[in-house]
Nanobody, 123 residues
């Protein structure tokens, strides 16, 4: 089982990035998929999640209206479109998978994790 994130990088304040997470070894169509992030010196925090069929999404308050999570079950991949990026969005972004709808924002509730991709927002 593997989750591999890509698409991170350096972007200016107000800019955009799209992160991708490719899964292998399991079929994401049965899993809730999520993005978390961890800034230096801080705990890992929930960013966004999407249900297995893509019908429902959930976002952390500070990213609502700026970030969009989506999934392509046929390609076993999810994405995070990030617009209007701010300094405080700087973090390592992680992809995660779990099989139930409960505790979406709880890191320990997730079964699989990727290694992360760095997003740095500068002025």
């Amino acid at each position: 089982v593997q989750l591999v994130e890509s698409g991170g990088g350096l972007v200016q304040v107000g800019g955009s990035l799209t992160l991708s997470c490719a899964a292998s070894g399991f079929n994401i169509s049965s899993y809730v998929m999520a993005w978390f992030r961890q800034a230096p010196g801080k705990e890992r925090e929930f960013v966004a999640a999407v249900t297995s069929g893509g019908q429902l999404t959930s976002y952390e308050n500070t990213v609502k209206g700026r970030f969009t999570v989506s999934r392509d079950n046929a390609k076993n991949t999810i994405h995070l479109q990030m617009n209007n990026l701010r300094h405080e969005d700087t973090a390592v972004y992680y992809c995660a998978a779990k099989q139930t709808l409960v505790q979406l924002t709880t890191t320990r509730a997730y079964d699989y994790w990727g290694q992360g991709t760095q997003v740095t927002v500068s002025s």
